[in-house]
């Protein structure tokens, strides 16, 4: 079964077509980028992927499930990484990773299980232990990186993680 | 595991930042020592209860006017100088505002029948301000009273022996009746209307203060997920999404209510200070008539303080649901501000346009504008319950229930689809 199915998904907004009509396939296990220009809609593709936009036609699917029919079910083996998101300023590195990881896992052991796992990821050590709002843009991108990986969903959607030169 | 309580808990601890805290302390402190300094004042100035008398008639009668005034609380400081200027002159009554002249032959031209006078003098300072002269003004009307009743009681004594001079100065005394819903009962009416005035003089303050404060930190909220892009990580969660919808809610309404609590308690602190002194006559003769008041029906019951509360709450609940839809079509932080004024318009008609306006009588334009808001309600429920309108009361709850069901309704309906990112209003920018 392919992790991601895209066919003919064209997005619009109003008179103004992101996408039009792409297909393409990703395989179980696979590490999949996709390239191109700005504009062309590569983050209005990921957020279909992620459900977090409806396609204007076409379909989209994850392992299986439509992402407009059976959205919560995505919702539930993927993990999403939007382009240049922040964290909540005022939470330590720690509770932020906490706080997430009892959002995508709603069980506590599962959660802090997955924060070990996390803080390991992201090397901010002692630093977890401040608030969000004193880290560097790079030390955010890290805690942002640890928490998509740190859930080890089926398939995690990353957002331009390395930002254009 | 309760995921909405770990929702709200997130919600507090990102809202209730050190700045937060550090203001809300600094506000208390400063109604603290703004309303100690001004209550210490006043009751300094209140408690200067000196007149200084400059009797040049030396008669029984001028001893009789100066007892009645000792017997009424005056401070009675003779003067020995000879006339009103010397007194105002003199350094020993330098500091002394309130003079009273009894000018020679008082009792002689009285007892003659003929017209004399008395004089009151109040020093007033250049400089002066607070309520001091306020206090000032007041404590001479009532030493004026206290001298011609004393006057009008000689004259009677002395011409119409053998009747006694109360009787003579009012036969009649009027009686004042207050009629509510055909109910009457003696109390005059000022005391009435005091005692609603003091039943809601910081209730829709108190109100204003929490739907503004509610409103803004959830606008903020929902604006600065949407800006930080935190609220797309949140939507891609198996997250209930009206869960996220009702956890903000909550965290809001919380620290709202903390805020207002707070900022009520800096105010009455501060009120306290500067209306002990002018309004404890007030006070005094609304205690006095409570009973009166009761008869009236005019007391509220401990099931009324219930309804007004949940009048209350769902007004913050309503204010809320709308301010979060607000906070979903703000295109940033920044433009929250602009997004807030359709909000604060409806806050300022409904608190202002009641206290200006009789309700009951004003054409019905007025009355349906009010009353679609939901705000309106709350503000105008502790004086219904007050008198007895319970239905409207309940009328009112029902209607912001309403309006607070479809908000969430609409406001979850934001969140579930796509909207909540693509759906915005745009101030200031041309296409």
Redesign the interface.
């Known amino acids: 079964m392919n992790a991601v199915e895209i066919k003919d998904l064209v997005k619009k907004y109003s008179d103004f077509e992101a996408v039009s009509g792409l297909t393409f396939d990703v395989r179980e296990g696979e590490i999949f980028a996709l390239v191109g220009p700005n504009g062309v809609g590569k983050s209005t593709t990921l957020k279909t992927i992620a459900t977090i936009l409806a396609p204007t036609s076409g379909s989209v699917s994850v392992f299986g499930l439509d992402t407009a029919r059976d959205a919560h079910g995505v919702r539930e083996i993927i993990s999403y990484l939007p382009e240049e998101a922040g964290a909540y300023k005022n939470l330590t590195g720690k509770d932020y990773l906490d706080f997430m990881a009892l959002v995508f896992l709603r069980d506590r052991k599962k959660a802090a299980a997955a924060v070990a796992f996390g803080s390991e990821l992201s090397g901010l050590k002692d630093r977890l232990d401040d608030k969000v709002k004193t880290y560097s843009k790079g030390m955010t991108r890290k805690l942002l990186l640890a928490r998509a990986v740190m859930i080890k969903p089926k398939l995690a959607i990353l957002d331009a993680t390395r930002p254009t030169p | 595991?309760n995921?909405f309580l770990?929702?709200v808990k997130?919600e507090i601890?990102?809202l209730l930042?050190l700045q937060v805290i550090l203001s809300i302390a600094a506000m208390l402190v400063v109604f603290q020592v703004i309303g100690k300094s001004v209550g210490s004042q006043n009751r300094s100035t209140a408690s200067r209860n000196g007149l200084v008398t400059v009797d040049l008639d030396r008669s029984a009668l001028s001893r009789r006017l100066i007892s009645a005034l000792a017997e009424a609380g005056y401070e009675i400081k003779p003067s020995a100088e000879r006339g009103i200027e010397a007194a105002l002159a003199a350094p020993a009554q330098a500091a002394e505002n309130s003079f009273l002249l009894i000018p020679a032959g008082l009792e002689k031209t009285v007892n003659s029948g003929k017209k004399s006078r008395v004089e009151f003098y109040s020093r007033f300072k250049k400089n002066a301000s607070g309520l001091g002269p306020v206090l000032a003004a007041s404590r001479t009307r009532k030493a004026v009273a206290v001298v011609s009743g004393e006057l009008s009681y000689h004259v009677l004594e002395r011409r119409v022996p053998g009747v006694p001079p109360a009787l003579l100065r009012n036969p009649a005394p009027a009686l004042e009746f207050a009629v509510v819903d055909g109910r009457a009962v003696e109390v005059p009416l000022s005391q009435v209307v005091a005692f609603i005035q003091s039943q809601t003089y910081f209730f829709p303050v108190a109100v204003f203060f929490i739907v503004i404060l509610s409103a803004q930190m959830i606008m903020t909220s929902v604006a600065g997920e949407k800006e930080?892009?935190?609220l797309?990580?949140?939507?891609?969660?198996?997250?209930d999404r009206r869960l996220l919808v009702m956890s903000k809610l909550t965290a809001s309404a919380v620290i709202a209510a903390a805020l207002s609590a707070a900022y009520m308690l800096g105010m009455r602190s501060f009120m306290s200070g500067i209306t002990a002194e002018t309004s404890l006559g007030a006070a005094a003769g609304t205690a006095a008539a409570g009973p009166a008041l009761a008869k009236l029906g005019l007391l509220i019951t401990p099931s009324g303080y219930f309804l007004i509360g949940v009048s209350v709450l769902f007004c913050i609940l309503c204010a809320l649901s709308i301010a979060f839809i607000l906070g979903v079509l703000s295109e940033d932080l920044k433009s929250t501000q602009a997004m807030m004024t359709p909000l604060m318009m409806a806050l300022m008609l409904s608190y202002l346009l009641p206290i200006f306006i009789d309700l009951s009588s004003a054409n019905f334009g007025i009355k349906f504008l009010l009353y679609a808001i939901p705000f309106t309600h709350a503000f105008m429920a502790p004086q219904n319950m007050m008198m007895g309108n319970t239905a409207q009361v309940l009328r009112g709850i029902a209607y912001q229930a309403a309006i607070f069901t479809v908000c969430v309704f609409y406001a979850a309906k934001l969140f579930s689809?796509?909207d909540l990112?693509?759906m915005r209003l745009k101030f200031g920018r041309k296409k």
């Open positions: 595991m995921i770990v929702l997130k601890k990102e930042t930080n892009k935190t797309e990580t949140l939507l891609s969660s198996p997250i689809g796509e990112l693509t």
